[in-house]
């Protein structure tokens, strides 16, 4: 199933062009998992993968660099995880 997702990246390393802060949203194909790369594809066309996962967690995961919150807008059916319009990550809060 597909997910429209924010991943905000909170600490790491910033090669790639994607420095602490950053965010990125667009459609997972698959939910993060120890082991494999974690990939965004943005409504753009632009495609965003991360390193190998080490650790994943509630509301994020750790890869061999960085640190990144996920949070779920949408699923493949519209439904969004507020159970309304899709809302904006916080800074401040967790996923």
Do not use: C
Request: net charge positive.
């Amino acid at each position: 199933m597909f997910r429209k997702v924010l991943l905000r990246k909170i600490k790491g390393s910033s090669e790639g062009g994607f420095p602490d802060g950053t965010e990125r949203v667009g459609w997972e194909k698959e939910p993060p998992r120890v082991g494999a790369r974690y990939t965004v594809y943005e409504d753009n066309g632009k495609v965003y993968r991360t390193s190998l996962i080490r650790k994943v967690s509630g509301d994020g995961f750790v890869t061999s660099h960085s640190t990144y919150v996920l949070k779920v807008l949408e699923d493949s059916q519209g439904n969004s995880e507020s159970g309304g319009k899709p809302d904006r990550f916080s800074p401040g809060g967790g996923a």
